[in-house]
């Protein structure tokens, strides 16, 4: 008698099949620039902040003079020495729009680099306006946290930073 040839041999396993490749998100770019607000902020704050991050301080106010002391261009000039750059002639607000040579010159600078100015919240402040114009990721530090520049409108309503963020506190 013969056997059908079906039955001999090992049992048949269904085709392999490949699944189609699918692409997987591509990983955040990592954060080159982030600002902060100087107001409520400590000095040793900061050269933490600047030594965490490694980075350098690019100072974006047009006027770069503080009643605070240790807070104008040349007491951080002193601290920083070349890790301070004064970029207020191409980067600074006080009621104008900052100028395309200062986001160009802010793109193809090597970083990291930590944007500085007076206002604490950055809502407040054409930093934000200088985070938003980058086509890059940029990081607020606010209070002692990170908050990424285009998020900042997610932030939980229950939030008190939130909250401060929302009324400019």
Known sequence: MRVAASTVGPPCYPPIVAAPLRRLPAPAPP???YTVGYARLAPARLDALLDELCARLVDV?????SRIPGWSRPDLARRYG????WRG????????TTWPEGIAWLAAASGPLVLLCKEDSPLQCHRHGIALGLDEPVDHWY???LYRAD????LDQEDEIGRQLRLGV
């Open 151 to 154: 998020g900042l409108d997610e």
């Open 143 to 145: 209070r002692e946290r």
């Open 82 to 85: 070349e890790r301070y750059l």
């Open 61 to 65: 106010r047009v006027k770069p003079w």
């Open 31 to 33: 954060v080159r620039l």
């Open 89 to 96: 002639d191409l980067l600074g607000g006080l009621g104008r």
